[in-house]
């Protein structure tokens, strides 16, 4: 920007393309942003297909080494573990004693690790906090306390600096099937690795009680091995050595146990399937659209289909799979490969309409799922860690009563997890040679980040275009008016009129503090005791009209009115806000792409829409009418709780909407730190509804601000 | 230790309270105008306790926000925690630059490290005790100072200073550095309003007069938020900033006793290992800015002479007071560098001092990621060429000294700005305050020279500048973030961030250094054009 501008002065060839560009600012901004939207369409014909990019990890090189012999094993765990289910009373302390035991008996090094599940909770400073700040709070609940059990096998040929992690959730309480075979998969693989000479990782597994959510105990497990605690411990020891009533129980330690970094970690879980085959679901984001390295879903899809015969499926969005737009759509881009063949037939663009529409539906929920920063499984825990993990679901065709059919179930899923944990053996450094940054449009095939900037790039790239062309306009149209005046005498003013800026600065600068104040808002609407989730957010709305009142009354008034044209203003503040917004997008596309892509595509055509209303309603012509409409409509549309509402009206219907959903949704994503709770603070729209009508919008640079922060903790 | 803080503290504070000179313009007072002043100056004070204020709450939520341990805040030079490490040493009778921990003054170590015992120890009790000693021995030194200069004012403050906590110390410092910078910028503004005047250019003068340059360029400074930043952060550089500050306000106004704690504060600055080539670059600066401030306002006499007659070179200064002040250097320099010798005689001796502060910031042995370009080059320079590319660099700051002094030579103070700002672009160890200074001071002088405030009226683009600045210094954390903590990012990423910056701070430099002279060159037009309508 500053470049083009720089150059302006002197006229070469790029100084006029600069001119050209800013001159023709709306033409160049409808371009784009088409161009932009076009581009994030066209994604799913783009994806290239996954490859193995370590060469180090030669998954499927060796043949499995898993037998009956490991499988029949594990029978026995599940037996007895199923047993216990059926007389429920006791089964907590036995299935761990159980699950101890057996690890031992294979000549594993096991301990019990105590956690208390922390409450999600809200704090306002907790985006700036350090790592650390999670233990202190750990002393609040008492009470409610879980016990995983973790057991480590030492690798003959390693020296203990590096593991691969194991998680199975299991709750010892209402447990099912389901999850004691997810145990026993893990048992059967765990038993052979006590045996296998090339073990160059020590493996751990981590028997995550899952009483109080998946997510948690992994978390909490994670971060005592990451924190020495010494004085906590002791504590803990003392407290719960009695716990155990069996003789066995009593002997396994609660301190932490710790092996070496790890490499990569696999949580395994077992679900109903419905479907016709066996199928195997894998769950990879992480917190804020953190994804693991592209190679470990690379070696497990590899090895699941055509080691195992497994069918790899990832989310999809389901309700897209039978939309019609995108059906129309698909047809539209594969007669459109079509006939670039027919120009080339070396450009591949080709896709059939139905592989559209799964890579489209699969696109969506990656970015969905990305965006919301919510992890989709206990694997989030590991990336906050640096950790490479993904969760692994396996689903069967039939029930899982017959033995036989359980028993090929087990070898198949063991020999997969053997094989990934081979692989991952194989590595000497830290997965880093494939991507992790992309967008998964089918199991094989992903949308890498070079790709998908280009499309997020041209839907933003309007904005700084914009910003400069406004600027552009009120310095050429200030020097004018300004010549009429008495243009000696008038140093000063010229001196504010270049200066003017700042004001409108200003102004953004109180809306975005005035957006972190309402974001900060909840926390202290939570500590309201019994309310309901609609009085909630009553309470929040109102309150932060009463701020937005007192910030004006504060902070705006006084100054709004001193400098400067009125005319020229709104086009001023109006580019500020622009630069803003483009800072904060760029900012948030480098933290959490898919919350800056739809960020981008609600807010961009705001941005680039916004004008004062009043001008509008006085130019009273069609075009300013059709403005006004437009700005209105976006506006409301981009608001959140208005976005949330119609996202969710249109997938679900517009019966039954309460307002507390906003509320209840509001507090979900606190809880997991969200990047795109911070989203929610944009809601600043008519800041300036008394005089300028300028619809203003916001956040997005502040929640990048606060997301870095808050990414430590 | 008690003659060190005797010495040298009550220099400071005498320098700093002592009442402003009549700087109150005489102009034809309306009372509106007084009316406005008032109520200019009350809201100041208002905006000043409420940065104070700002300040004192981030500052109780140390546990909450990590800023110490950030790399923008906390470089090894001006680190509080390796300065805590520093003292910790010293008081286990070690050297305390043993292990390459502490880089900075030892002189600083004693002002400083009595207040992070807290930190450390987190034993209230055990700290009070020595908190108590320590400060009585202090509020000894000062009664029996204040008594004999009959300054009954610095006890208070220096009540309130030891009264709470170290953290408080910094907020200080940023907020003497602000009223110092208001000073000079009255000061400055005062001179060139008369020099306008003497050139007949009223309206100009009359314009100047109404920006109260000074107060905006303190507001400026204290709620800038990189100035907050390394405030809460807890680094040392607040006290760098003040040291320099009050160095240019000594040379300003030119008073004895404050040339001589510029003098003083100058030899600090080299202890405290203000950056590469410190020594001859500060000393330089001061020579000129002592040489400008000599007589009431020899900015704008010089200004005039050159305006007058451009053949002559504005050689009016005398030799007296650039002697004057190369024999209170050096009787100062020798001075600190004897209390320095004093403080670390016991372990390791003068060697040792200079190799790890100056000898540490020269060859720049640290190569821990900040927010400089020096690091990653020579991260990946190989070792026999290192010496080569340390001469190199460190001469790039060396040559600019010569010209910009021969271009710049009738705004001394501006020149000033000039030179911190290079030197803060190209330090070894820049921290976000330090480094980012230079938008600090080119804002604060900006204001100061309210002249370059005009000037500024052409810098056009200063709104992309300005968000710029704010885009890169936001996006350079998020690197920071996606390196070392997400891992999905690596080091040429963050890298890219500090060359960016560095790129806007000289544009930053070279658009105010055009803007100045093109005032300049506007002043001088005028003042031709001007006898010729008189004439007519």
Known sequence: MAETEVSKKRKRPIVRLAVLLLSHSVLVSVICCTAGVFGLLLLPVLAKNTYISENALMPGSASSMLS?????????????????????????????????????????QVNNHKFHPQLNQFHPLHFFSGPDSGVMQENSTRSLYGINTVGIIRAPRGDGKEAIVLVTPYNAVKGGVRETLSLGIAYSVFSLLTRVTWLAKDIIWLVADSQYGEYAPVAAWLRDYHTPAFSNLDSLNTETCHVGNNNFESKISYGIRRSGTMAAALVLGVAYGNENEDTLGIYAEASNGQMPNLDLINIVHYLAVHRQGLRVKVEQFHWLLNSKWVKSLGEVFESLGKMVKTLNPDWKLGISAADYVEGAATLASSLYHQALGVPTGPHGAFRDYQVDAITLEFSLRISFDRLDRRNDFLLHGGRLIEGVIRSVNNLLEKFHQSFFLYLLTSPSKFVSVGVYMIAFALLVAPLPVVAASL???????????????????????????SWKWLNSVKTVFVVHFWGATVSLLPYFISQIPDSDPTTNFSVWILLSILSLEILRWILVSPSSHIYGLPQGEWAILKSATISSFFIGLGLMSVINFATAEIGALLMVPMALMAHPLKLDVRGQSLRSILRMICNLVLGVISFPPATFFVFKGVIEGFSGIKAGDFWNWVESLWAWNSATYLYIEYGNIDRLSSDKRESNKDAPLLSCGMLLLKEFA | MVAVFKWLLPSVVLSLLEPRPNICPKMETKKEEKKSKIKQTSSFWVWVTASVIFRLILIYFPKNLNFSSRPEVATPVTSIRRLAEGYWLKQSSMSPYAGSMYHGSPLLLSLIGPLTVKRIEGQPNHLLCRKIKFYSILSLAVTIFSQQSGFVMHLKVFDSILGTAGSLLFSLADVVSAMLIRATGQTLQMSSCLSLKSLDLVELSKNSEMLSSGDIAALVYLWNPFTIVACVGLSTSPIENLVVILSLYGACTSKKLKALSGTWVLNLILLLGNGPDAPPRKLFLQRRCSKGGKNPSSDSSCQEEELFNQSKLPITFSWKPVIHFLFWASIWSVYVLVLCGISVKQNGGMLEMFKSTYGFILTVEDLSPNIGVLWYF???????????????????????????????????????????????????????????????????????????????????????????????????????????????????????????????????????????????????????????????
Not at chain 1, 97 to 107: D, E, P, T, W
Not at chain 1, 475 to 483: A, I, V, Y
Not at chain 2, 474 to 501: C, D, E, K, Q
Request: hydrophobic share 50%; charged share 15%.
């Open chain 1, 471 to 497: 600027y552009a306009k009120t310095l050429d149209l200030n020097p004018t008016s300004e010549k009429d005046k008495s243009a000696t005498s008038n140093e000063l003013g010229s001196v504010l009129q």
């Open chain 1, 68 to 108: 009956n012999q490991e499988v029949s094993e594990a029978n026995k765990l599940i037996k007895e573990l199923n047993n216990l289910h059926s007389n429920p009373l006791g089964a907590t302390t036995e299935s761990h004693g159980i699950i101890a035991k057996y690890m031992s008996n294979l000549g594993a």
């Open chain 2, 378 to 536: 020579f991260a990946e320079v190989f070792e026999f060429f290192r010496n080569f590319f340390l001469i190199v660099f460190h001469m790039n700051i060396l040559v600019m000294i010569l010209p910009l002094a021969i271009r710049l030579n009738h705004r001394p103070c501006f020149l000033a700005f000039v030179y911190i700002a290079i030197s803060s672009m190209l330090k070894s160890y820049p921290s976000v305050s330090s480094r980012l200074s230079a938008q600090i001071y080119i804002l604060a002088w900006s204001g100061i020279l309210n002249i370059v405030f005009h000037a500024y009226a052409d810098l056009q683009f200063s709104f992309f500048l300005f968000w710029g600045c704010v885009g890169v210094s936001l996006l350079s954390p998020v690197m920071h973030n996606l390196w070392i903590w997400r891992g999905t990012g690596n080091a040429n990423f963050y890298y890219a961030t500090a060359m960016a910056f560095a790129c806007f701070q000289i544009v930053l430099v070279v658009e105010s250094v055009s803007a100045i002279l093109n005032y300049d060159r506007k002043l001088r037009k005028l003042f031709v054009t001007k006898p010729v309508d008189g004439k007519s």
